[in-house]
């Protein structure tokens, strides 16, 4: 007697402007993950939704965002990864697993969906390279070497062009990210591919 196939537990959409408060309250979720270092705290406040509802926005009208969310009725919003063209990379700006979903491949799920993405958009420019890139902390273990297990690499901001040396900048200066012990960086995955 065959088995059904089982469900797998997380399916992914494409978000719309009415998943923004869901996505926001997610993103605010796993944020909160850094009030456990002092260094970073600052980062859970009123300050950084702002921030936070400004990204969701920006990766909805310049790219796309992925959601996924739980198979299982009712669907429950698991996590977010938002990403658009910045240079000449997929930039991701950010992705966000609600604490409740954490260690179950909501982020790995959400990671592997934007690379493939970005697979898609090089051949459909007759790139041989794919290029996803981000920004993050080297010193928390969920973050910097996080994406390094991925295949993501340290990279000069100046290698990727004008936007990333921007938003380096702006992380730095404007919402003052860098604090002792812990600084952001820019990271990149590439991954040569046959044109289509």
Not at 79 to 93: P, R
Not at 163 to 192: A, F, I, Q
Request: hydrophobic letters at 35%; aromatic letters at 8%.
């Amino acid at each position: 007697m065959a088995h059904p196939t089982p469900k797998p537990p997380f399916t992914l959409r494409s978000a719309t402007p009415d998943d923004i408060p869901t996505l926001c309250a997610i993103g605010k979720s796993a944020v909160s993950k850094f009030g456990s270092i002092p260094e970073l705290a600052h980062l859970v406040g009123a300050s950084e939704d702002a921030a936070m509802l400004k990204k969701v926005e920006n990766s909805l009208s310049r790219g796309r965002i992925f959601l996924a969310e739980s198979s299982s009725e009712p669907h429950e919003a698991a996590g977010f990864l938002g990403a658009f063209q910045m240079d000449s990379t997929l930039y991701i700006s950010e992705i966000s697993v609600h604490p409740s979903f954490g260690g179950q491949g909501v982020g790995g799920m959400l990671l592997d969906a934007v690379l493939e993405w970005a697979r898609e958009r090089a051949r459909e420019k007759g790139e041989t390279v794919a290029r996803a890139s981000l920004t993050a902390y080297a010193e928390v273990p969920w973050n910097g070497p996080w994406y390094e297990r991925r295949g993501f690499r340290e990279v000069d901001a100046a290698t990727l062009g004008p936007e990333h040396v921007e938003k380096m900048r702006y992380d730095r200066e404007e919402r003052d990210l860098n604090r002792p012990g812990y600084h952001r960086y820019c990271m990149l995955w590439e991954e040569r591919i046959d044109a289509a």
